[in-house]
Nanobody
């Protein structure tokens, strides 16, 4: 069973920065695709960034390109989301998700349906 635990959320003023962490159980980062999603109140969960286990590429949605950076530390079984120049519209619960290499279907890196394991989420609030 894969377990994911997010941390690093909190309150920050517009223009500020936060770094989220997602600690994974076991050495899964070499085999599982990992992504960050977020969900604001009253809105659907949306993909923010993903790191592919097959080609090593990192993907970002348009509204975070140039501001957010996803990275990983395999030795620590941890992925990070560095968030800079934060905006009030970035306020949401941020979730880490893992995609099993054994699944038979794939709906895109930014589709909730592509992921098999989820963390509990960490709240990010951007306001003055």
């Amino acid at each position: 069973q894969v377990q994911l635990v997010e941390s690093g959320g909190g309150w920050v003023q517009p223009g500020g920065s936060l770094r989220l962490s997602c600690a994974a159980s076991g050495s899964i980062l070499d085999y599982y695709g990992i992504a960050w999603f977020r969900q604001a109140p009253g809105k659907e969960r949306e993909g923010v960034s993903s790191l592919s286990s097959t080609n090593g590429r990192t993907y970002y949605t348009d509204f975070v390109k140039g501001r957010f950076t996803m990275s990983r530390d395999n030795a620590k079984n941890t992925v990070y989301l560095e968030m800079n120049r934060l905006k009030p519209e970035d306020t949401a619960v941020y979730y880490c998700a893992a995609m099993s290499p054994y699944r038979g279907t794939y709906y895109g890196w930014d589709s909730v349906a592509s992921y098999d394991y989820w963390g509990q989420g960490t709240q990010v609030t951007v306001s003055s």
